[in-house]
């Protein structure tokens, strides 16, 4: 049985840092794409960051470039989502997904699994 588990969430000041982690167990995640999302209240889920688990390929969402970045660790079966420079607008619950060789990376359908999320929080 495939498990995602984000840890590192909490409450920062606007500006400060996060590292987020999500360690998947279950199977072999080769030819999959690890992706974060996030969802504000009242709003849909959006599209973070995602790696290619084979190759370490990534790739950023506009808003994000510059401030984020992801990236895997094989030996720990575990990505990591550092946030810097966070803002009151990144508060939200912040999902790790698993997807094979998804089509589109940004999308949410395109994941077949899913972590419960943890809660990022920035205040002003």
């Known amino acids: 049985q495939v498990q995602l588990v984000e840890s590192g969430g909490g409450l920062v000041q606007a500006g400060g840092s996060l590292r987020l982690s999500c360690v998947a167990s279950g199977r072999t995640f080769s030819g999959y794409v690890m992706g974060w999302f996030r969802q504000a209240p009242g709003k849909e889920r959006e599209f973070v960051a995602a790696?290619?688990?084979?190759?370490?390929?990534?790739l950023l969402a506009d808003s994000m470039k510059g401030r984020f970045t992801i990236s895997r660790d094989n030996a720990k079966n575990t990505v990591h989502l550092q946030m810097n420079s966070l803002k009151p607008e990144d508060t939200a619950i912040y999902y790790c997904?698993?997807?094979?060789?998804?089509?589109?990376?940004?999308?949410?359908?395109?994941?077949?699994?899913w972590g419960r999320g943890t809660q990022v929080t920035v205040s002003s």
């Open positions: 790696v290619s688990w084979s190759t370490g390929s990534t």
């Open positions: 997904a698993a997807g094979y060789r998804p089509q589109l990376m940004g999308v949410p359908t395109s994941y077949n699994y």
